[in-house]
C-alpha cells in the first residue's frame, strides 16, 4: 500500500448540519492543569482531513492524550477552538459523541459482562436497536476474531482479545471519526495487519481515523503524521515527506531526532 | 548451589513493610481508621451511657382525697396528692398533668404512658387501712413497643408509690396502647434491625457498584459517548433500587414468614416505606462515591455512616433521652426516621396520614441527597 493514498473525497458521506473541510480543526488549543503549574498544550493546530488515517505521535507527556480528550470533549479547554465535524466543540459535544468512537489505552469494557452485552450496552447508549446490533455484530465479530466468544465474559478473554472487543465497542455504531489510542498494542502482528487493511477499507467509506501511538511502525501506515512535543505540533506531513525532510529511513529515526532534550517521564 | 531458605523472615518483614506503606499512603483509609473507631465510640458511648430520662408521661390525678367522719377523727387524706408530687421528683419521668381520656396522645407518640388515678384513690385507701377489703387501682396506659422506656415508667410509678403510700397495696392496671398487645422482644426489636439492614447493605451494594465504574477505566469512555451525567446517575439509581427493593423483600419475608412478626399497619405501606427508605440510601451512597478514591475507600463508607446512625437512631435507647445535643444531631440520621416509620406500621398500625410527617422528611432527605448527587457527578474527566 503506498505512502500517500490518492482519495476521492467525493464519496466521504456528510451530514446536513456538519459541514466543514476538515474532520478535526483545532486553533492555538491551550489546555493548562492544575492553576497553571502544568502547560499540557500549548498552542495546538491540528487539521484533520476526513477520510485519512492521522498518526498523533509523541514521547510520553507530550500532550497526545490531553489533545484527544480535549477533541472528544472529555476535558474543557483552558483557551482556543475546537471543531470536528464541523461542530464546535465542547459546546456540541453531545452531537459529536454520537460521531465519534473512542477506544481508549485501557481497555475500557465491563470485565464482569459477556462480550455480546458489552457490545449492547455501547449500541444502546448510541440508540441502537437489537436488529441494528445484531446486523453490525454480524459483521464486525468475524473481523475482529470474537464470533466464537459471544458469551465469554470479558474478564476470561486474553489482553489481545479486551483490545479488540474495545474496538468494536468504539465501531459498532458506525461513528465517522474512530480514535485508537495505543489500540492496537498486544495484538498479534498477523491480526495487525488484517486490522489496517479494514480500517483502510473502512477510510475509503469516509472514516477518519486518529491513532496515537509511540510505536513508530503504526504511523508509516497512517495517511499523515503529526508529531508532538511539549504540547505542540513539531512536525506534520505524510510519512515520506517527514522522513525525505530529515533524511532518514523510518519515523522512528524521526521521532529520537526530534525529541532529544526532552525528558521523557513516561 | 544457592541455597534458599523455607522460611524467611526478612520475606516476612517485606510483606509487612509493603502493606503498611500501602496503607501510610492511602491518607484518607488512614484517617478513617483512626477517626472510624473514635467516632463510633463517643456517639455509642454518649448514646448508651445517658439514663433512660425525662420520658414524658400524661397523669391525671382526680382523687378527690377522703376526710375520716368527724366520729374516726375527721383526718384528711390525699393520697394522689403524695404519689404525684413522689413522681415529679423522679427523674427518669416528665409529668404533664392533663386529662386521662386523652390518652390517644400515647398512641400518637407524645407520651409514653397516660397514668390514671381515680377519684377513690384516698377514700379506698382509707377504708382499706380501716380493716375493708378493698383494692385501688391505677391505670397505666402504655406503649410497650420500647421495653425499656416501658420498665422506666412502671419502675418510677412503683418507686412514687413506695414513697408516698408505703408499702400498701395498690394495684398497677396495665393497659397497651396500639391495639392492647404487649410486644415481644423480637417484635419491638426488628422495625429497628429492619432499617439497620437496609441502611447499611444498600450503602455497602451502593457504593460498590458505582465506585466499580470509576476503577474499571470505563468512565472516560463513556464521557466520550452521547450518555449525560444525569442519564448515568438515574441508571445507576434505578438499578440499585430494584436490588434495594429485592433486598427489602427478602429482609420482610424473613420477618414475616420465619419470625411471624406481627404487622399491625398496612404491608403494602410496610413495602412502601421501606422502598422509600432504600431509595434514601442509594442517592446517598451515589452522592458518596464521589468522594471515594477506590472501592475500598467507598467500602469503608458504609459502615462509618451505619454504625453512628444506629446509635443515634434510638433502636438502642429512646432518642429523647440523649443529652440535648446528641438529640439534635439525631433529627439529622435518616435511620432515626427509619425506625420510627418502621415500628409505627409494624407495631403501632399507623397509617400514612399519621406518618406523614416522617415520610415527608425522608422523601425531603431522598430528594436532598439526589440534587447532591447531581451536582457533584461528574460529566467529564477533572484534572
Redesign the interface.
Known sequence: MGMMVARDRSNIERTAEATGEYAIETSELVKVYKEGQIKALNGLDLKIHRGEIYALIGANGSGKSTAINLITGSIFPTSGSIRVLGYEVPQKRHLVATQIGVAPQEYAIYNDLSVEQNIWFFARLQGMNRTQLEKRMAELLPIFRLDERRKTSANELSGGMKRRLSVVCALIHRPKILFLDEATVGIDPVLREFFWDYFRALCGEGLTIVVTSHVMDEAERADRVGLMREGKLIEEGTPGEVKCRHSVESIEEVFIKLSKGVVIDG | MVKVKSFSALRVAAVCWRVMRQISRDRRTLAMMLIMPAVIMLIFGFALGGQVEHIPVLVENQDAGYTLPATAGGESFHYGDALLTSLKTDDRVAVHEGDYFSKTAVDKGTYFAAIDVPANFSQILAMKSDGQNLNATIIVYVDSTSPTTEASVIGALQTALQMSLGSSGVTVDEQFAFGGTQFSGLDVSLPAIIAFVLTFLVLLISLIIVSREGT???L?????????AMERLLGYALALLALGVLMVAVVLAICIGIFGVVVEGSFALLFGVAVLYALVHVFLAIFLSNFAKNELQAVQLAPLIALPSMALSGMLIPVSSFPDWVEGIAHFVPMYYGVELFQGVMLKGYSVGQLSFELGVVTLMAVIFLALAAITVKD??T?
Not at chain 2, 220 to 228: G, K, V
Open positions: 474499571s477505566g470505563t472516560p469512555r463513556l464521557y466520550t459517548t452521547p450518555l449525560s467529564r474527566i484534572a
